[in-house]
């Protein structure tokens, strides 16, 4: 049994970055709820002092089913944001419905935000990356809040997370390269059809399930 994910075109380690730790936040003030920073909650933050523990605890458990476990976590605390669904979730009729042996992501230029946790998360689970290298770095800064000039009223919006998806990888890595590169002379084989992509992901299912 086969698939093929594409994620839609659009973290752990999260601390607050040392850019906001002025006193003032450069004279903003948060715009939703008109909530006031104030000494009590400054995080005393230095350079390269981001916790990563969780992310280099998963990576050293050699168990698959203490990592299928934290995933599983992480899918229940999502659920808990969404009612609706947590109530199907909740009631596990549907649980290991569809389980195929090999899924195959696409990655692509565009995939990035949302689309590229998505990807990370298939990538961790053991689904295989093809196609052309993502369009975000690995580890890099994300989310913003925004927040407006007390003295000018203009909004501005500052990073407030640094998502770490793959802790392992060097911290100038640009992209997350995928298993299976679609390069130009794959490109040309199949013709520069806009969906070459797909095709050399068919190809590669194909390969693991036992077709030449």
């Not at 994910?5 to 936040?25: A, C, E, S, T, V």
């Not at 992480?74 to 649980?95: C, I, N």
Request: aromatic residues 12%.
């Amino acid at each position: 049994m086969i698939a093929i994910f594409m994620p839609p075109r659009g973290l752990r380690g999260f601390p607050i970055p040392p850019l906001i730790q002025n006193k003032d936040l450069y004279g903003c003030k948060k715009i939703f709820g008109g909530l006031k920073l104030s000494q009590a909650r400054r995080t005393a933050l230095t350079i390269n002092d981001y916790d990563f523990l969780e992310e280099e605890n998963y990576y050293s458990l050699a168990d698959r089913e203490q990592k299928r476990a934290l995933i599983r976590k992480d899918l229940d605390d999502m659920a808990l944001h969404m009612p609706t669904f947590h109530k199907e979730y909740a009631k596990g009729k549907y649980e290991a419905f569809y389980t195929p042996e090999n899924v195959v992501v696409l990655s692509e230029a565009k995939t990035f935000s949302s689309a590229f946790w998505m990807l990370q998360c298939f990538y961790k689970a053991g689904a295989k990356l093809v196609g052309v290298p993502s369009g975000q770095a690995p580890n890099m800064f994300s989310d913003q809040n925004p927040y407006r000039l007390s003295r000018t009223g203009l909004t501005l919006y500052m990073t407030c997370k640094y998502s770490v998806s793959f802790p392992k990888l060097p911290r100038d890595a640009r992209a997350l390269m995928p298993d299976q590169l679609l390069t130009y002379d794959k490109f040309k084989a199949y013709g520069f059809d806009p969906n070459a992509a797909v095709l050399l992901a068919l190809d590669v299912l194909a390969a693991k399930d036992g077709h030449p």
